[in-house]
């Protein structure tokens, strides 16, 4: 028997960008930005990535998907790879920015749930990979929040008449 709960969600009150920086003394200093942190299921995560000291020769992004299930010493995580791509293939110009534009509607994806009963978590990451000259791989991970929002206008409750309160004139 399989259960299925569709939850929607409102807008995020708070829903800032995120900044980073990844640095290697000497072999490479980049900076990457996404506009937001907080995502719908159908949004479009944009960002950039700015080379500040570059000796890599290639970078990839990808969305990763992580389940966690269990609690205490019975803990079980699974993680999934739900997007992959290359964002860059041979060496930047210093002071060089890419853009990036994820789409998400074209995946399967559910909203984030964090510790629900204390047994189970869906969250999601931005995994960005780079390989410098020598081919030593780095990783820069930041978690994103997933949320669903209504496919269509709520409509709005009938408002009963104002009723006079008692012992009001």
Same mark, same amino acid.
């Given at each position: 028997m399989d259960l299925v709960v569709h939850t929607l969600s409102c807008y995020p009150e708070i829903n800032s960008s995120i900044k980073m920086e990844v640095g290697i003394e000497d072999c490479l200093h980049i900076e990457f930005e996404y506009n937001k942190s907080k995502y719908h299921l159908?949004?479009? !995560?944009?960002?950039?990535?700015?080379?500040?000291?570059?000796? /890599?020769?290639?970078?990839?992004?990808? +969305? !990763?998907?992580?389940e966690t299930t269990g609690s205490g010493p019975? /803990?079980?995580?699974?993680?999934?790879? +739900?997007?992959?791509?290359?964002?860059?293939?041979?060496?930047?110009?210093?002071?060089?920015?890419?853009?990036?534009?994820l789409f998400l509607a074209g995946y399967d994806l559910a909203p984030t749930m964090k510790d629900i009963n204390k047994k189970f978590s869906v969250r999601y990451y931005l995994n960005l990979v780079l390989v410098d000259e020598e081919e030593r791989r780095y990783f820069k991970q930041q978690e994103i929040i997933l949320w669903r929002k209504s496919e269509k206008n709520m409509r709005k409750p009938i408002q009963q008449p104002d009723q006079p309160l008692e012992g009001a004139k």
């Open positions: 159908r949004d479009v !995560i944009v960002g950039k990535i700015y080379f500040l000291l570059v000796k /890599i020769k290639h970078m990839e992004i990808a +969305i !990763i998907k992580r019975n /803990i079980f995580n699974e993680n999934e790879t +739900i997007a992959k791509y290359e964002i860059m293939d041979g060496a930047p110009v210093r002071g060089e920015s890419i853009p990036i534009r």
